[in-house]
């Protein structure tokens, strides 16, 4: 049986390869603005979020403040 360096990295490969395998089964859905919810830009580069519900006006923003 291996020990030292070769079975802490072993170690750390399971545990690393278990979190990630949990992380993406846990992860939520990626989120879909409801239908009719919009962003537009003004001449002057100004982002106008119209929005269906208080977590689409988030969205919104949030897509707007990482596009401009």
Not at 6 to 14: H, I, K, T, V, W
Not at 21 to 34: K, V
């Amino acid at each position: 049986m291996a020990d030292g360096p070769e079975r802490a990295s072993a170690s750390a490969g399971l545990i690393g390869a278990l979190l990630f395998a949990c992380g993406s089964a846990l992860a939520a859905p990626a989120y879909r603005p409801t239908h009719g919810s919009e962003i537009l830009w003004d001449r002057y580069g100004v982002a106008h979020v119209d929005a269906k519900s208080v977590p689409d006006l988030f969205f919104g923003f949030g897509w707007a403040r990482a596009s401009g």
